[in-house]
């Protein structure tokens, strides 16, 4: 594998096309937030560009051997806990495991604790995403716990494990 081929970069309209395609399938949506659209159009994916902080990037274009196959990000947290960020991300299906998602997340990491000087990444995985919480774990999270039954979801209950790393 070679990892060396994944790489972060700013969302683009040109990636609309490619977002909306990948963005809708259901075995995403399932993994992700009901805000998450589903069907997942094309104006779904302008939307989310229109919303990008231009202040401080946030959410970035996964990028493997060229193409765009998902979006990661962190979100800011205020207040008290504004030295902390929740990471979220998303692979479309035709690239998974090849392992883009820890590749991807390590880079992330390494901008939230050395460019945005963040203390504490932290990120939630729903009971059946076993291939995020590895994902999680390859790149030294440790699970915090898990908040029983806390998230409602296509009509049931599922635990969410709680995952963190400090800088």
């Not at 995403?129 to 999680?136: D, G, H, P, W």
């Amino acid at each position: 594998m070679k990892f060396n081929n994944t790489k972060l970069r700013a969302l683009r309209p040109s990636d609309i096309a490619s977002m909306a395609k990948l963005a809708n399938n259901k075995k995403i949506w399932n993994n992700v937030r009901d805000h998450f659209p589903h069907p997942y159009s094309e104006r779904d994916a302008e939307a989310f560009l229109k919303l990008q902080n231009e202040e401080v990037q946030q959410n970035f274009a996964i990028e493997y051997n060229g193409q765009f196959c998902g979006v990661i990000g962190l979100i800011l947290q205020k207040d008290v806990y504004s030295k902390s960020a929740e990471l979220g991300y998303w692979i479309g299906e035709p690239f998974w495991n090849r392992g883009i998602a820890s590749k991807a997340v390590e880079l992330i990491l390494k901008y939230g604790f050395e460019d945005l000087k963040l203390a504490r990444i932290f990120a939630n995985t729903f009971e059946f995403n076993v291939a995020s919480m590895k994902v999680l774990e390859k790149n030294g999270f440790y699970k915090e716990g898990i908040a029983k039954k806390a998230v409602f979801k296509n009509g049931s209950f599922w635990d969410e494990h709680r995952y963190a790393l400090l800088s």
